[in-house]
T-cell receptor, first 118, second 112 residues
């Protein structure tokens, strides 16, 4: 079974540009979560998508947005990049909240996209 | 607001030693608590998940306990090996949108 895959592995941008990060969940998983792991700040919850809809959002400005496609893959878009957006962005997937025992399903993580802002 | 704290922030032990990593959380209303391992520059690997109704989970040399009333969890690693060197994160799943809140992690170094 293929795990969660993220692309690209590394992304280098300059201030003001826009970045697009991609995530493919484990087959059968409909929920996709995005996290930011900045140096010294730990893992911060960004966004949660399920069945194509945004279900929850962390404490991030609107220039962080995303979407989920019919095949449950997801994109994270970051507009007007700032230096402090440099971080490892991790994607995780899990079964749908409608699945029996969902609340106790572990999240499975990809290896992340390292975004560097110059 | 749920907050998750991990102590110590870093730990260095000789190979073969048994060790305990600590995790505390401020709100006992959790669905589950999960321990992860993260190698440098990599994603997270799930180690153990303890449901809110459970007290502990075991996998190989790892044992995790959960005391919801006191807001604490421990990860016990037996007979540590250099390959155990990594950052260990605990995370709680909470209501209000099934958010997962992470601790800052404990960086473990096991010396050969």
């Amino acid at each position: 079974e293929a795990g969660v895959t993220q692309s690209p592995t590394h992304l280098i941008k300059t201030r003001g540009q826009q970045a697009t990060l991609r995530c493919s969940p484990i087959s059968g998983h409909t929920s996709v979560y995005w996290y930011q792991q900045a140096l010294g700040l730990g893992l911060q919850f960004l966004l949660w998508y399920d069945e194509g809809e945004e279900r929850n959002r962390g404490n991030f400005p609107p220039r962080f947005s995303g979407r989920q496609f019919p095949n449950y893959s997801s994109e994270l878009n970051v507009n007007a990049l700032e230096l402090e957006d440099s971080a490892l962005y991790l994607c995780a997937s899990s079964p749908s909240p409608g699945t029996a025992g969902y609340s106790n399903q572990p999240q499975h993580f990809g290896d992340g996209t390292r975004l560097s802002i110059l | 607001k749920q907050e998750v704290t991990q102590i110590p922030a870093a730990l260095s032990v000789p190979e073969g030693e048994n060790l305990v990593l600590n995790c505390s959380f401020t709100d006992s209303a959790i669905y589950n608590l999960q321990w992860f391992r993260q190698d440098p520059g990599k994603g997270l690997t799930s180690l153990l998940l303890i449901q809110s109704s459970q007290r502990e989970q075991t996998s190989g040399r790892l044992n995790a306990s959960l005391d919801k009333s006191s807001g604490r969890s421990t990860l016990y690693i037996a007979a540590s090996q250099p390959g155990d060197s990594a950052t260990y994160l605990c995370a709680v799943k909470v209501g209000g949108g099934f958010k997962t809140i992470f601790g800052a992690g404990t960086r473990l170094f096991v010396k050969a």
